[in-house]
């Protein structure tokens, strides 16, 4: 999705800035080097089970270093098969 196709979604819905529920299936935040987020808006938000912040990276995170975003996908989806 394009930026310009946000904009224009938010936009376009009354309700786009409304508290929205919780998402309550587990989710996993991978931050490359240059991201930046709020944690505990993440957290109130949705049930952030795994918060990895790399020193490296960036906007192509799987071109830059496929390695570490594959260790974390694996990281995280590993104790759910267990649930």
Request: glycine fraction near 6%; hydrophobic fraction near 45%; charged fraction near 30%.
């Amino acid at each position: 999705m394009s930026v310009a196709n946000l904009c224009h979604e938010l936009g376009h819905d009354p309700g786009a800035y409304a508290p929205k529920p919780r998402v309550t299936v587990p989710a996993a935040v991978l931050l490359a080097k240059d991201d930046v987020t709020i944690r505990r808006f993440a957290e109130r938000d949705a049930d952030v089970r795994r918060w990895t912040e790399l020193d490296r990276g960036g906007a192509y995170l799987a071109l830059e270093v496929p390695e570490l975003l594959v260790a974390d996908v694996r990281a995280f989806f590993g104790p759910l098969a267990a649930d």
